[in-house]
């Protein structure tokens, strides 16, 4: 009922995702917050919150590496400014190689999903607010 209620008044909700010892400077953490993917990262002990789903075809970001303020997705190496959820660097396309020992079929199914993969863009990501209170990391989502 207080769900609805905020939402006919569109107030933003606050969520408590996590506290800020459980995520150490240069981590990120996956939080699940109203069934999306929200990942959490602490870029010189301030908090920054995106969808934890890569631009390009969904990875969770949350399984890459955090690079100063940038997150690498872990899938084709997409580069995303966590601060900002601006898309920083293109995936990365790789070449197929060593190829001539595969068998026929798999060579051609591996040259079909390239085709499929290469020109899927990569989009900027959905970042959120938060606030600190103590210990407790909160999200403010928009209803
Ligand atoms: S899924 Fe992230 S770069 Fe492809």
Redesign the pocket.
């Known amino acids: 009922m207080r769900r609805i209620l905020q939402a006919v008044k569109k107030e933003p909700i606050y969520i408590e995702v996590a506290n800020v010892s459980d995520i150490e400077k240069g981590k990120m953490k996956n939080v699940q917050v109203e069934g999306m993917d929200i990942l959490i990262a602490n870029v010189d002990g301030k908090f920054y919150a995106i969808d934890d789903r890569?631009g390009?075809?969904?990875?969770l970001l949350s399984m890459g590496k955090l690079v100063g303020k940038n997150v690498i997705?872990p899938?084709?190496?997409?580069h995303f400014d966590v601060t900002t959820g601006k898309k920083v660097k293109e995936?990365e396309s790789e070449e197929l190689k060593d190829t001539d020992k595969l068998p026929k079929d798999m060579l051609n199914f591996l040259k079909y999903v390239k085709t499929l993969v290469d020109p899927v863009k990569?989009y900027d990501i959905q970042t959120y607010e938060l606030k600190v209170e103590g210990n407790k990391i909160i999200l403010k989502l928009e209803s």
Do not use: D, I, V, Y
């Open positions: 890569c390009h075809m969904n990875a997705c899938f084709h190496f997409a995936p990569t």
